[in-house]
């Protein structure tokens, strides 16, 4: 038979088991979230991506404005100027952190700039 104290403190770990589980989970969601941020280029162009949702797009001496969202592993580029969702480029998060741009002339792929 359990005593009392037994009972409370089988309670009490179960308690601070969930909790760490909640906290670790948090951070993983957080050091994992859906930010984008710095350079990241290929030999044709360079998508700088800056905070607020806003970023640049270079490609040779032509630089855009450009703003972005992102939804789940995809970064989606939108065109200010353009209407809606006219000229929008999607890029893809990979696993070793590049970015994949699929075209009708294949992918190119984009590495995060130091």
Not at 16 to 27: D, E, G
Not at 33 to 60: D, P, R
Request: aromatic share 4%; proline share 1%; charged share 25%.
């Amino acid at each position: 038979m359990k005593t009392k104290n037994q009972t409370n403190l089988k309670n009490l770990i179960s308690k601070l088991a969930q909790i760490t589980a909640l906290i670790l989970v948090t951070a993983l969601l957080a050091g994992c979230g859906n930010k984008v941020s710095g350079k990241y280029s290929n030999e044709l162009m360079t998508i700088e991506f800056k905070s607020g949702g806003k970023a640049v797009f270079t490609m040779g001496v032509l630089s855009n404005d450009a703003t972005y969202e992102i939804q789940g592993d995809k970064i989606i580029l939108h065109d200010p100027k353009s209407g809606a969702g006219k000229d929008d480029i999607t890029l893809t998060r990979k696993d070793d952190g590049t970015l994949a741009l699929m075209g009708e002339m294949g992918s190119m792929i984009l590495k995060k700039q130091k």
